[in-house]
């Protein structure tokens, strides 16, 4: 009998090792499948992130094709603006690049109907400057390079920019002149070009002041209504100066009117405002806004500075320098 018992506890021990021992090769052998298929999600993870752009501004101007790519891809994103949307990569792009001084360069596109140029511009915040132009030097937008950068980066694959490259030609302009003559005279001629604040100064007796506000009014992001209408006529402005001296309306041959003053806060403070106003006929058709000297000139500096608004055209009307009072005069006529 106590045979008996002896033999059942054996084989009850003996069961109880088999049961460990299996529960412990399954956890292990299961731990081990787990282990073994995380190099494989962590793969899969690397290689969507390789497949995503890291493009940096170094590495994307110092090579042109790049560059054009780049600019090219984001141009094709622009679903809001259909202007933009000219580019086809059917066939090859081909753009002719000028040197148009030290921290401008020109590439001129073959074949859109929309885009005549772009200009890329080295600015001294690190961002720089893409603007792209239609046929009648007018622009149509402009953009930072790195905010190009960024969107590419986020959602354009290497795959798909490397195609956009092989599709890209660049030609040097075969008329630019190679003379260090040239080069020296181009030089000289940039570093006159930009806008300072001084050239803001006195707008009604100073033609370059007075084309810079119209050009900014008519081709700033903001402009609508009238002044929108205004870039695209060739026939002159007609300006008229305000009763406080201190700003014009406008009007043109095709009806509507704006206006640009120093702002009320300007004068209150000398803050270096201007209000710009489109004024419709109807009530709700007017719109303002205000601009600070420092983006009037930035804005026309990174299109190309003076050059740029060489071409607008403007008449004073009715304008007497001697019938409009200022502070001082006022003053002294009060002390008589």
Known sequence: MKTKKGRITIILIIIIILVILGGWFFLSHNSTDVESNEPAKTSTKNKKVANKNNLKLEKVTA???LLLAVIVKYAMTQENNQQLQHFSLKDDIQFVETKEDDHTIRYDIENNKNIAYITVITTEDNKDRVVFWN??????????LTGIIKLVNQKVSE???????????????????????????????SSTDNLVESDLD????NSTAMRA?????????????FWKAASDITTPLYI????MGNGFDVGADMGGRGSIAVSTQAMQDGSNEFSIKTNGSLPDSSSQYVATRQEVMNFINDAGGKPVISGIQYQIQSYDPSSVADDDEDYDEDLD
């Open 240 to 243: 008229t100066p305000n009763a």
């Open 202 to 205: 006195s707008f009604l007796s």
């Open 159 to 189: 795959q798909t920019l490397d195609k956009i490259v092989k599709k890209i030609s660049v030609q040097p302009d075969e008329q630019e002149s190679s003379s260090s003559s040239s080069s020296q005279q181009a030089k000289d001629t």
């Open 213 to 225: 506000l119209l050009y900014f009014a008519e081709n700033n992001p903001k402009a609508d209504g």
């Open 135 to 144: 046929a009648d030097n007018k622009q149509i937008t402009s953009v930072t």
């Open 63 to 65: 090579d042109k094709k």
